[in-house]
């Protein structure tokens, strides 16, 4: 299983963290499966957007209708040394 297909299915990415801006159709039904994911979103505006180091099936969410649209940003942290001494 490649690193891109662990991502797909869940699994956490070490290095990398995913945000996700979603207008959301089903409220508390997202919400519901957000959390089984373990991923806490705020509650109540259609337009929510977290962060988690998992990379999740949004388009599955919006097959289900779940959700309107969604946008996923990958985000990579690099360590650089600046200064040794």
Same mark, same amino acid.
């Given at each position: 299983?490649?690193?891109?297909? $662990?991502? &797909?299915? +869940?699994? $956490?990415?070490?290095?990398? #963290?995913?945000?996700?801006? =979603?207008? =959301? ?5 997202? +919400?519901?499966?957000?959390?089984? $994911?373990?991923?806490?979103?705020? #509650? +109540?505006? &259609?337009? =929510? ?10 388009? #599955? ?13 990958? =985000? ?6 600046? $200064? #040794?001494?």
């Amino acid at each position: 299983m490649s690193l891109t297909d $662990e991502a &797909a299915q +869940g699994l $956490e990415t070490p290095g990398i #963290e995913y945000r996700y801006i =979603v207008h =959301v159709r089903a409220l508390e039904a997202f +919400g519901n499966r957000m959390r089984r $994911e373990g991923t806490i979103i705020p #509650e +109540g505006p &259609a337009h =929510v957007s977290f962060s988690t180091n998992k990379r999740l099936d949004m388009k #599955e969410l919006r097959e289900d209708g779940l959700i309107w649209s969604y946008s996923i940003i990958r =985000v990579t942290r690099a360590e650089d040394i600046l $200064e #040794e001494g």
